[in-house]
C-alpha cells in the first residue's frame, strides 16, 4: 500500500517548530541515507532539524555529508515532529523519543499509522521514497550531498541492484542521482571496499562456522561475541556477512546468528532468492522485514536457536515446494 505523497510535504511546510529525523536501531545505508538527505534538504528549506538516533554510525557510512550533525538518543529535547525513517514505528528506534507528532516514511509491511505517513512495500527502498517525495516538492534543492546519501539507501537496499525488488523505476531514480552529482564509484568504494584487516579476520572465524542443512538448501552462519572481543570489532561490522551464506548455489534460506553481549540474545538476519518468504520466518519470532531480507531476535543457547530457525525454514521451504508443485 502506498499512501499518498502530497500530505506529507504539505505537512512539513507549515511545520516551524522542532523536527527530529531518525532511524532504527542497529542503522543501515538506507536508514542513515534517507534520514541524512531529509536533514540536508530540510535545512534549506529553512525548518528546525535534528538527526539522532540510538547506536553510532557504522564504520563503512561515515563518509556521508552530515554524517557528524547525528546525534545520540534519548535527546532531553521535545520536538513538535518526529519523522522515522526506514521503521514501522517508533518501537523500531529502541529509545525514547519525546514528539507531539509521528510520521512514517518506510517501505516495511505492516507497523503504526500516523495521518502522513508515506509508505510502499513495493519501493525498493526507504531513501527510494525520499527521493520521490523530494523530487515531487522541489527537485532543484537535490544537490550533490542530497544525491549521495539517497544513492547508498539504494544501493545498499537492493544489493548494489542484484536484488528481486529492482525494477527499471529504480535504474531510473539511480540514473537522476547520478546526474544530480552522485559518484558510483566513489560510494561504492566507500561502502564495499574499505574492510579493516580486523573485520577480515572476524569474516574468517565466521565462515568456519558455515553449516549446511536440508539438502544445502538452508545455510547458516554464526558470529560469537568471542569472535567481536578478540579481533577487537564490532558488532556492526558483520554487515553483510550473511550474503556469503546467501551465495551459495542451491540455498534458498540463508541465515545469520550474531551474539549480542549479554549471550544470551541472538539477532537473527534471514536471506532468500526470491522463493521462500523468509519475512514469515522472521515473523515466528516477532521479527519482520521483506520477503527476502528479515530479521529477528531470540533468546537461548546457540544450538537450540539454530535448531529453531533450521526447522521454521524447512516447514516454509516445505510450504513454497506444495504451492509451487499445486501450480
Same mark, same amino acid.
Given at each position: 500500500m502506498e499512501i499518498e505523497v502530497v500530505p506529507i510535504i504539505e505537512r512539513l511546510k507549515v511545520e516551524n517548530g522542532k523536527i527530529l529525523l531518525t532511524t532504527h536501531e542497529n542503522p543501515d545505508g538506507d536508514g542513515i541515507g534517507g534520514m541524512l538527505a531529509l536533514y540536508k534538504f530540510l535545512k534549506k528549506k529553512g525548518k528546525n532539524v535534528t538527526?539522532?538516533?540510538? /547506536?553510532? #554510525?557504522?564504520?563503512?557510512?561515515?563518509?556521508?555529508?552530515? %554524517?557528524?550533525?547525528?546525534?545520540?538518543?534519548?535527546? /532531553?529535547? #521535545?520536538?513538535?515532529?518526529?519523522?522515522?525513517?526506514?521503521? %514501522?514505528?517508533?518501537?523500531?528506534v529502541k529509545a525514547p523519543v519525546n514528539a507531539r507528532e509521528v510520521i512514517r516514511i518506510d517501505h516495511h509491511i505492516g507497523g503504526e499509522f500516523n495521518g502522513c505517513d508515506f509508505i510502499d512495500p513495493n519501493a525498493p527502498s526507504t531513501t527510494y521514497l525520499v527521493c520521490k517525495l523530494l523530487r515531487i516538492w522541489d527537485e532543484s534543492s537535490i544537490d550533490k550531498d542530497i544525491a549521495t546519501c539517497i544513492y547508498t539507501g539504494?544501493?545498499?537496499?537492493?544489493?548494489s541492484f542484484r536484488y528481486n525488488n529492482v525494477d527499471k523505476n529504480t535504474f531510473e531514480v539511480a540514473k537522476f542521482l547520478v546526474e544530480k552529482g552522485a559518484d558510483p564509484f566513489y560510494i561504492s568504494t566507500m561502502i564495499f571496499e574499505r574492510n579493516k584487516p580486523n573485520v577480515i579476520q572476524l569474516l574468517t572465524k565466521t565462515l568456519s562456522t558455515l553449516e549446511l542443512y536440508y539438502d544445502g538448501k538452508i545455510a547458516s552462519?554464526?558470529?560469537?561475541?568471542?569472535?567481536?572481543?578478540t579481533t577487537g570489532t564490532d558488532e556492526e561490522d558483520t554487515e553483510g556477512f550473511v550474503?556469503?551464506?546467501?551465495?551459495?548455489?542451491?540455498?534458498?534460506?540463508?541465515?545469520?546468528?550474531?551474539?549480542?553481549?549479554?549471550?544470551?540474545?541472538?539477532?537473527?538476519?534471514?536471506?532468500?532468492?526470491?522463493?521462500v518468504p523468509v519475512r514469515d520466518i522472521a515473523k515466528e519470532f516477532d521479527g519482520g522485514g521483506h520477503r527476502d531480507a528479515a530479521g529477528c531476535r531470540v533468546i537461548g543457547e546457540e544450538s537450540e536457536v539454530k535448531r529453531k530457525i533450521v526447522e521454521t525454514a524447512i516447514k516454509y521451504i516445505n510450504q513454497y515446494e506444495t504451492e509451487k508443485a499445486l501450480v
Open positions: 538527526c539522532a538516533m540510538k /547506536d553510532d #554510525v557504522p564504520y563503512i557510512y561515515n563518509f556521508l555529508p552530515n %554524517v557528524d550533525k547525528i546525534k545520540k538518543l534519548p535527546l /532531553d529535547e #521535545v520536538f513538535d515532529l518526529a519523522i522515522v525513517v526506514d521503521a %514501522v514505528g517508533l518501537h523500531r539504494l544501493i545498499t537496499d537492493t544489493g552462519l554464526v558470529v560469537k561475541r568471542d569472535f567481536i572481543e550474503n556469503y551464506a546467501r551465495s551459495i548455489e542451491g540455498v534458498e534460506v540463508a541465515f545469520i546468528m550474531i551474539q549480542k553481549p549479554d549471550r544470551k540474545t541472538w539477532r537473527v538476519s534471514l536471506r532468500g532468492k526470491g522463493k
